[in-house]
């Protein structure tokens, strides 16, 4: 399934591409000036411009942001809000955040490839308020009731 999204690039960015055919997301890059280097503590937290914007040609589409696996294992950079979310009617620059959950500082300089964007469908519930649920096997056990084996 293909998708028709629009873009403006800013910052001197070029547009994000997949880098194999059964890429399920494309990079996105720091649109940092030439020379300029984010170093995130650990501990830190940093919001990284990419020079993008996106117009979906469909409100029924959101662009999740995740994070790098490479990143998250090698380096504990992880996306600060755990997933970004870029609704159908945003038209403003991605930028990323970033926390460094790692020991060491880590730097970030421009074109690094900071996360990774994809293009989910969106459902969008009408909710109805009812007096009770249906009944089901696991009812109303949570945060482990199934056990981890």
């Keep these: 399934m293909n998708l028709n999204v629009k873009m403006k690039l800013s910052r001197g960015m070029s547009a994000p591409e997949y880098a194999t055919d059964g890429s399920a997301a494309v990079d996105l890059r720091a649109a940092l000036d030439e ?3 984010v170093t995130i503590a650990p501990g830190a937290r ?8 996106i117009s979906p040609e469909t409100r029924d589409v959101v662009a999740v942001i995740a994070g790098r696996s490479g990143l998250g294992i090698k380096k504990g950079v992880t996306l600060s809000n755990g997933i970004g ?9 991605i930028c990323v955040g970033l926390i460094n959950r790692g020991e060491e500082p880590f730097e970030v300089r421009r074109g690094d490839r900071i996360a990774q964007m994809m293009f989910l469908p969106v459902l969008t519930a009408r909710f109805i308020t009812v007096d009770s649920l249906d009944e089901t096997a696991r009812g109303t ?4 009731s199934t056990g981890v084996q």
């Design 46 to 53: 940093a919001l990284i411009p990419t020079g993008i914007s």
């Design 141 to 144: 056990g949570g945060f482990g």
């Design 85 to 93: 979310v870029i609704d159908s009617d945003y038209r403003g620059e």
């Design 35 to 37: 020379g300029e280097v």
